[in-house]
Antibody, heavy 116, light 107 residues
């Protein structure tokens, strides 16, 4: 059974930093991309970042470019999202997702409220 | 960035209806469109890959079609468990943008 578990969310002040983690187990493949997607309250989905199979390539949405950094520990099937200079508009549920083309498996989401 | 525009943004339908959701891209994206279903308080569920490939376990009443910049998700004979919000997403080029979503609720 595939399990995807995020952790690290919580209340943070404007300008602060937070590191999210996401660990997967039971994945049916060995080569996959990892993504972070967020959803602000009552809003739609926003893709924010992805990292490739070996961690050599990452991409970001314009809204987080230069502030967020994605990384992965392949041996632990874990992806991280380092978030700096947080703003009120970063308040959202953050999901990680794994897949080979689309996003096959998702975590339950972790809430990050950013407060001034 | 590639923009995806979904229409309608919401619709009301009855059990047994056929529902069609449209996703238009701001440029040609070949067939690099995926579809997701999301229910309130839950993570999205992957439905369709590369325009028309149904994910394992997804009922055959769901289908996808299209190419270039115009794509559709069709649900034949809507079931009670299908009331949800649906999102298209392009994976042609990063950032892998989502459409704004289409909420399907009970008429």
């Amino acid at each position: 059974e595939v399990q995807v578990v995020e952790s690290g969310g919580g209340l943070v002040q404007t300008g602060g930093s937070l590191r999210l983690s996401c660990a997967a187990s039971g994945l049916p493949y060995t080569s996959y991309w990892m993504h972070w997607v967020r959803q602000a309250p009552e809003k739609g989905l926003e893709w924010i970042s992805r990292i490739n199979n070996d961690g050599s390539s990452a991409a970001y949405a314009d809204s987080v470019q230069g502030r967020f950094t994605i990384s992965r520990d392949k041996a632990r099937n874990t992806v991280y999202l380092e978030m700096n200079s947080l703003r009120a508009e970063d308040t959202a549920v953050y999901y990680c997702a794994f897949g080979t083309g689309g996003m096959d498996f998702w975590g339950q989401g972790t809430m990050v409220p950013v407060s001034s | 960035d590639i923009q995806l525009t979904q229409s309608p943004s919401s619709l009301s339908a009855s059990v047994g209806d056929r529902v069609t959701i449209t996703c238009r891209a701001s440029q040609s994206i070949s067939r690099y469109v995926n579809w997701y279903q999301q229910k309130p308080g839950k993570a999205p569920k992957f439905l369709i890959y590369a325009t028309s490939d149904l994910q394992s376990g997804v009922p055959s009443r769901f289908s996808g079609s299209g190419s270039e910049a115009h794509f559709t998700l069709t649900i034949n004979s809507l079931q009670p468990e299908d009331f949800a919000t649906y999102y298209c997403q392009q994976t042609y080029r990063t950032p892998f943008t989502f459409g704004g979503g289409t909420r399907v609720d009970l008429k």
